[in-house]
C-alpha cells in the first residue's frame, strides 16, 4: 500500500475544511436528485421480483393483496421502482 501526500499551498485550514465541506455538500444533494428521479423507473414483473429479491408467485401474491400497487399496459403488469420500495419500507416497520 502506497502513501500519497497531498501538499495544499495559499490556504488556511478553515478555508480548505468549509470548502471540503461545500463539495461534500453538492455530492450528496446531487445523489440525492439522481435518486428521486430513478424512483419513477418502472419496472416489469421480473425486474420487481428481483428488486425485492422474491419470486414471481410470491409477487404475485402481494399484489392480489394490494401490499404492492401495480397497473397494466395493455396485458403486462407494470410497477412504479417507488411504489415497490415504499412497500418494501412500510413492510419492515414495526
Known amino acids: 500500500m502506497s502513501k500519497e501526500i497531498l501538499q495544499v499551498e ?12 461545500k463539495d461534500v455538500i453538492i455530492g450528496l ?6 435518486n428521486q428521479n430513478n424512483s419513477e423507473i418502472i419496472l416489469s414483473r421480473e425486474e ?5 429479491s422474491i419470486s ?3 409477487l ?3 399484489t392480489r393483496k394490494d401490499k404492492i400497487p401495480a397497473f397494466r399496459i395493455g ?3 407494470r410497477y412504479k421502482k417507488s411504489d415497490v420500495l415504499n412497500a ?7
Open 29 to 34: 444533494k446531487t445523489f440525492w436528485s439522481q
Open 48 to 52: 420487481a421480483a428481483k428488486l425485492l
Open 60 to 62: 404475485w401474491d402481494l
Open 88 to 94: 418494501l419500507t412500510k413492510k419492515n416497520q414495526f
Open 10 to 21: 495559499n490556504t488556511n485550514s478553515d478555508d480548505l475544511t468549509n470548502k471540503i465541506v
Open 75 to 77: 396485458n403486462k403488469v
Open 56 to 58: 414471481l408467485v410470491t
